[in-house]
């Protein structure tokens, strides 16, 4: 069977379709338009519900999406215009048209899906790789039901109970001796053939017959569950009234995590740097121009450890925890306003090394005036100008890596998997807590010694690594 061949099957019998409903619960419920209650549009983080579930939508690979909007479908198009480009397929189709309550508009629906289509509402967020973990776990005429822990319910809120048996759905609501503490989530995904006419009983007449649909796959125990509470990177918050927000932001917040950090990133950088982005959110700066202005910290505190005292080399420590903070912030307002892009992530890369450069230039030239008139004051000019050159190889290098990974050109997985764990646990921040603590015991010259050191080591490592692969694809 021919490559070709194979992707059109996967895409005809897999999860590649939307459908969002902005004015409704996905079980039947209307969302009420009165004060404290969100909508469509509320603000999440600077995007409306609905603007964060198309893009997130998007970023996870789904290609066609379907709105069934009610009166306020104009105001989610200019939303749409405003943001982030969208450039999956978009059909709207107003519910005065197409009512939610008539088996006739699923049947339409059914005849536009291949395989298996995505049902949500905007009354939550979701993650990509929740997403993405339930278009990898499509089966044959099997439904999956998203389910939450049940939390604290608030005033007037009509949830709905799920009973769970090894990952499969019992029933919508408490069956007798089944507790699970779930709920289920305004997301889930259907085969097309389940959305028929033919499978929504007459009873159901004037409600949304999704869930009829998912009672009785139910009963086929052909429902299952995904829960939320088990992966930290595949989750689901709900935004029902205007005191969830809040709750919303922190979860979107604690989500955020770079593709390469460490221990000091993790655990002290991205604590203080949820507040400058919050900053740099009101003030609308692009990621882009927050790397600049950790660009320039970082050149401010090598230029202040040039000065070559006490209290410069401080200050200048301070200085560079500051830079390593703030780049944090480049990340996170790009994932949280979609606005990401292969540009930024080279320039912020490469801006990391310049000030890293600059760094290791400014000790170098501290220690060497700390040491003027002494037959050995040539010695950190060396080890600093060895870091330097390390730095700017192990740049080129870990280019390198990123191009052949991009490719999958990796010769064997022992070669991609030893460029992954170098990259994640050796190219990172944490060195900026390093510097601060050698400043504070004014051995700064011990510093040079170990960048230097590291600097080749690593960049020999790399190049053993990525050496057979580049041969391999020349």
């Known amino acids: 069977m021919s490559e070709s061949l194979t992707q059109q099957q996967a895409e005809i019998h897999g999860l590649a379709t939307a459908i969002l409903l902005p004015s409704a619960s996905v079980f039947g419920d209307a969302i009420e338009r009165r004060p404290g209650v969100a909508g469509p549009l509320t603000s999440v983080v600077g995007i409306g519900l609905f603007q964060r579930a198309v893009l997130t939508l998007q970023r996870a690979g789904i290609r066609q999406l379907i709105v069934l909007a009610g009166q306020e479908e104009d105001q989610l198009k200019q939303a749409l215009g405003r943001g982030p480009r969208v450039t999956i397929a978009v059909r709207w189709m107003p519910i005065r048209e197409f009512p939610l309550d008539d088996p006739r508009t699923w049947d339409v629906l059914a005849e536009e899906v291949h395989g298996f289509c995505l049902i949500a509402s905007a009354r939550g967020l979701f993650s990509r790789p929740l997403i993405e973990s339930l278009r990898r776990d499509v089966q044959h005429g099997q439904a999956i039901l998203v389910a939450q822990p049940a939390g604290r319910p608030g005033a007037g809120e009509r949830r709905v109970p799920v009973t769970v048996r090894a990952e499969r759905l019992l029933a919508l609501g408490s069956a007798r001796g089944e507790e699970s503490g779930l709920v289920a989530g305004e997301l889930l995904v259907v085969p097309a053939s389940l959305m028929q006419s033919s499978n929504t009983p007459d009873s159901t007449e004037d409600t949304i017959p999704i869930r009829s649909w998912i009672e009785r796959a139910a009963r086929d125990g052909r429902v299952r569950v995904l829960r939320t509470d088990v992966n930290p990177s595949e989750w ?26 460490g221990f000091v990133d993790r655990y002290f950088n991205r604590k203080l740097s949820r507040w400058f982005t919050r ?140 460029s992954d764990f170098m990259l994640k646990n050796v190219a990172s921040r944490d060195f900026s807590v390093i510097v601060l603590l050698f400043a504070l015991l004014s051995k700064l010259e011990w510093f040079l010694w170990m960048a230097a050191t590291g600097s080749i080591v690593f960049a020999v490592l790399m190049l053993w690594v990525i050496r057979p692969s580049a041969t391999s694809r020349a």
């Open 236 to 261: 689901y918050q709900d935004v029902r009234t205007q005191d969830d927000v809040p709750r919303a932001e922190r979860r979107l917040f604690s989500s955020l995590k770079g593709e390469f950090e």
């Open 279 to 418: 900053v740099f959110l009101v003030l609308g700066l692009s990621p882009n121009a927050i790397t600049m202005i950790a660009t320039v910290i970082g050149i401010l505190a090598a230029a202040e450890f040039g000065i070559g005292t006490y209290s410069a080399g401080i200050l200048a420590a301070a200085l560079f925890q500051l830079a390593a903070v703030i780049d944090c912030c480049d990340g996170e307002v790009a994932r949280l306003t979609f606005t990401e892009s292969p540009f930024g992530a080279w320039l912020d890369i490469a801006m990391d090394n310049v000030v890293h450069m600059a760094i290791f230039a400014g000790i170098a030239v501290g220690a060497y005036q700390r040491a003027a008139g002494q037959d050995e004051a040539w010695t950190p000019l060396a080890l600093g100008a060895a870091a330097i050159v390390g730095n700017a190889l192990s740049f080129m290098l870990v280019n390198r890596a990123q191009k052949i990974k991009a490719a999958s050109g990796w010769k064997t997985p022992v070669h991609a998997a030893w």
